[in-house]
């Protein structure tokens, strides 16, 4: 056996499928004999099953829990029989010639222990990770203060990335990448696996040392390229990831460092953890309150102008209102206001104006209503009115003018439709087209090129009529497919073809298209990544993938932003906005109503002190009544005391995969009656811990 390919998944079943594509069509370029492993962690999109449907030849090992990443690879290492085993991540997509040139280059090298490839983003820009320097104390601090990122290449600031060493050059390095990390049997058989002291990130570090420690060299070799989504990059601006991606630096530093160097590392780590993870939530507490708080601004403003014109000119007595109508009753109105459009749905995207209306028309009503009962906080009706007149052209012009200056857009909506070209056969941009619509995008397919093709005799080519007919006359922007074909001159083809892919840079610029989905049963990877290269990025050009027979379209805007992909796929209500909202609202006002009655409501639970406790968290938000305590969420929720399966009746207990399925289609078809019924239904459970 010369190679084992060791994949770790964890519910991300459409990235696995294209880089299982990928490993295929390498393993058929290497020509001996290859053994492939998925490895998957409890996920529950669909992997497993998709992976026995469409790879049988691959050897799958299924976990019912999720041991971390270390452990998972082991499990795989221990049984591989391979002269060389590769990890490779599931976001990664190989070159055809990927195998068989690393192989030969470790067949070459003799004292090679490890290797890693030059890796892009989804975008073809190089990832700085693919060649790596081991972080001692310095170079840490450098890294952690953003000295390497200042001057990057330089030796002494930039050596976390090695950022002095030509990309584009073959050199010894100290850290490999776990994304794609091919080793020699007999130097993993010496050195030993995987460290299972880390459950996520550095482990491929503290191996990669433990490689040159065992008298093994370990590689950066540019002569094959691949593609890394970085998936898990999304996570790379939460609390969560600052505190295990440093926590791991810190196990590194106390297991291969003298007791002094250690204390000093983790000092700096420790450090870095609390910066970070304060930046990290003062970011994200100021991107979210900014837009309310501007809202706000302008609402209050807004009053006040109101409030002094009124007061002059329409006042039946000309006397100023008291000073508590500004200090105390405006506040009010802004906060009903903003939190009646906040639950209309005024923050959700795209913005629709129906929802600010609704919003604060309800808003006003409640206000007016309220103050009908308040003598002494009774002041004007028609300053209420006019308040709320302006509190919907003030919330609709804010969100226009951010919008005018943020994207040279005066509209509503922050998405506009992308100008989209398909890079492939005619059969598959029909299939690219059927996608986008079942999955409404907003995109506008202005056309395919054809890579293996050119337009025959006879037959102009939508490029060769924009030349002929606005040549002078470069379009920009999303007008492009409606004005560059001159009707007069030319007629326009039936199959909607912009021409070949040597002419790719001319179509993007004279089409203004702004995205280019590559059909991967037309195309190589090497032909894929080889195109991303050599596109100027000047306008950006977004690139997605979809795979071959699949159905999922695949990409990434770029290393620090989360991969995505279009997909014939279910969608969630329960993690709609408006759902989010009106959950909370059921599991306030519940909580609320159970703690007020609560010494009646007691003799009815199983767990008194826990039913008291429970309703204290779940007011709090750091609880919910019914959710998802099997399967596994896409965003972050708060935990849940009851399941959807806990009202099931059945003669057997259910097992962990009836659990998930049910928990699946709660979250499919939620609706706020379901937990309402459901908390009826195990009202005598309400009292539970969670598992």
Request: glycine share 8%; hydrophobic share 45%.
């Amino acid at each position: 056996m010369k190679l084992s390919v060791v994949i770790v998944n964890y519910n991300v079943c459409y990235f696995l499928e294209q880089a299982l594509l990928s490993v295929r069509r390498a393993v058929e370029k290497l020509g001996q004999p290859v053994e492939v492993f998925v490895v998957d962690n409890n996920s529950v999109d669909g992997s497993v099953a998709m992976v026995r449907a469409r790879f049988p030849e691959v050897i799958l090992i299924e976990n019912h829990d999720n041991p971390g990443f270390s452990k998972a690879n082991n499990q795989a290492l221990r049984v591989a029989r391979g002269e060389y085993v590769l990890l490779l991540n599931p976001d990664t997509v190989v070159e055809e010639d990927t195998f068989r040139l690393c192989c030969a280059f470790m067949d070459a090298h003799p004292r090679a222990g490890g290797l890693g490839v030059k890796m892009l983003d989804g975008q073809g820009k190089f990832l700085p990770e693919s060649k790596r320097g081991l972080p001692t104390p310095w170079v840490a601090f450098y890294k952690i203060f953003g000295l390497a990122k200042l001057f990057p290449k330089s030796r002494r600031f930039g050596r976390y990335h090695l950022g002095y060493l030509d990309k584009d050059q073959t050199h010894e390095i100290e850290v490999l990448s776990g994304a794609f990390m091919l080793m020699r049997a007999a130097t993993l058989e010496q050195v030993g696996l995987l460290d299972e002291d880390y459950f996520m990130y550095g482990e491929d570090i503290d191996l990669s040392y433990r490689i040159t420690q065992g008298g093994w060299q370990n590689f950066y070799f540019p002569g094959t390229r691949i593609i890394h989504y970085k998936g898990e990059s999304t996570k790379r601006t939460s609390v969560n990831y600052v505190f295990v991606f440093y926590r791991a630096m810190v196990i590194f530093a106390r297991k291969h460092f003298a007791p002094g160097r250690a204390g000093t590392f983790s000092f700096l780590i420790n450090l870095a953890i609390w910066l970070r993870a304060g930046a990290a939530v003062a970011q994200r507490l100021a991107a979210q309150a900014a837009p309310v708080l501007l809202d706000a601004g302008l609402l209050y403003g807004g009053m006040y102008f109101l409030k002094t014109y009124w007061e002059h000119n329409h006042k039946y007595v000309r006397v100023p209102y008291p000073e508590k109508y500004m200090l105390v009753a405006v506040p009010v109105y802004v906060a009903v206001w903003l939190v009646s459009a906040f639950f209309s749905g005024a923050y959700d995207q795209p913005t629709k104006a129906r929802r600010i209306v609704r919003g604060v028309f309800l808003g006003t009503l409640l206000i007016s209503a309220v103050s009908n009962f308040l003598d002494a906080w009774r002041f004007s009706k028609a300053l209420i009115v006019l308040g709320g007149v302006w509190a919907v052209a003030a919330l609709i012009l804010r969100r226009l003018v951010t919008n005018f200056l943020r994207y040279r857009t005066f509209s509503l909506t922050t998405q506009q439709p992308k100008n989209v070209g398909i890079v492939g056969s005619f059969e598959e941009s029909q299939r690219v087209r059927q996608l986008l619509e079942h999955a409404a995008v907003p995109a506008r397919v202005i056309g395919y090129i054809e890579p293996n093709r050119l337009p025959g005799p006879g037959k102009a080519s939508r490029v060769g009529a924009a030349y002929g007919g606005y040549a002078a006359q470069p379009a920009a922007g999303s007008q492009a497919a409606a004005t560059l074909v001159a009707p007069d001159t030319l007629e326009a083809p039936v199959d909607d073809l912009l021409g070949e892919v040597r002419q790719l840079e001319d179509i993007i610029r004279i089409y203004g298209l702004n995205e280019l989905i590559f059909c991967g049963r037309d195309l190589t990877a090497s032909q894929i990544i080889g195109l991303m290269v050599s596109v100027p990025q000047h306008p950006p050009v977004a690139y997605k993938i979809l795979p071959q027979d699949s159905e999922y379209i695949i990409g990434s805007s770029g290393k620090d932003s989360p991969g995505d992909y279009y997909a014939l796929d279910i969608t969630l209500n329960l993690f709609r906005p408006q759902q989010v909202r009106n959950k909370r609202v059921v599991d306030f006002v519940s909580s609320l109503g159970f703690l007020v009655l609560a010494p009646l409501l007691l003799w009815g639970q199983k767990h008194k002190g826990g039913f008291l406790r429970n309703c204290l968290r779940v007011l709090s938000g750091s609880r919910t009544w019914v959710g998802l305590r099997y399967a596994a969420a896409p965003r972050r929720l708060a935990r849940a005391i009851l399941s959807p399966a806990d009202a099931v009746q059945a003669a057997a207990p259910l097992t962990g995969t009836t659990r998930r399925r049910l928990e699946l289609l709660y979250a499919k078809d939620y609706e706020t009656s379901t937990d309402i019924r459901l908390l009826l239904r195990c009202f005598r459970e309400l009292g539970q811990e969670e598992e």
